[in-house]
């Protein structure tokens, strides 16, 4: 591929973790907080993949902490509001940036998780199961 080509299919993976990044911000202040101290500046060099697989890790551990907290309930209105879209990569890294690690969490209970989900992503979720055990 030439390089405008890949500069641009750059800038459209840059735009989605803008987007996807701004809106878990907003939702959740709470994160951004603590996504600032470990990484000391917001940057799209890690890709929206990894910044989605820190957040469920981060969830994870809220949710072993304290399932029915404020914050918790924030993570699944923004997980609930990104799976409202119809753009398949943006299903995609909600799939697998975020709903395959609460799926495959040990410490995190599965049904908890599925009565969060909308009914959309509740499909989405439960198709791990081919899966895993």
Same mark, same amino acid.
């Given at each position: #591929?030439?390089?405008?080509?890949?500069?641009?299919?750059?800038?459209?993976?840059?735009?989605?973790?803008?987007?996807?990044?701004?809106?878990?911000?907003?939702?959740?202040?709470?994160?951004?907080?603590?996504?600032?101290?470990?990484?000391?500046?917001?940057?799209?060099?890690? +890709? *929206?993949?990894?910044? #989605?697989?820190?957040?469920?890790?981060?969830?994870?551990?809220?949710?072993?902490?304290?399932?029915?907290?404020?914050? *918790?309930?924030?993570?699944?209105?923004?997980?609930?509001?990104?799976?409202?879209?119809?753009?398949?990569?943006?299903?995609?890294?909600?799939?697998? +940036?975020?709903?395959?690690?609460?799926?495959?969490?040990?410490? *995190?209970?599965?049904?908890?998780?599925?009565?969060?989900?909308?009914?959309?992503?509740?499909?989405?979720?439960?198709?791990?199961?081919?899966?895993?055990?």
């Amino acid at each position: #591929m030439k390089t405008k080509e890949m500069d641009e299919l750059k800038n459209i993976n840059d735009f989605i973790y803008k987007i996807l990044a701004d809106l878990l911000f907003k939702i959740l202040p709470e994160y951004r907080t603590i996504f600032e101290l470990e990484n000391n500046e917001y940057n799209l060099s890690g +890709g *929206v993949y990894l910044f #989605m697989n820190e957040f469920a890790s981060f969830l994870c551990k809220e949710i072993e902490k304290d399932p029915k907290s404020i914050i *918790v309930n924030k993570a699944f209105t923004f997980i609930n509001k990104v799976g409202e879209s119809n753009n398949l990569e943006v299903l995609n890294i909600l799939r697998v +940036g975020i709903l395959e690690i609460l799926y495959t969490s040990k410490n *995190v209970d599965r049904e908890l998780v599925s009565n969060s989900l909308s009914e959309k992503l509740k499909k989405y979720f439960h198709e791990f199961s081919r899966y895993y055990n």
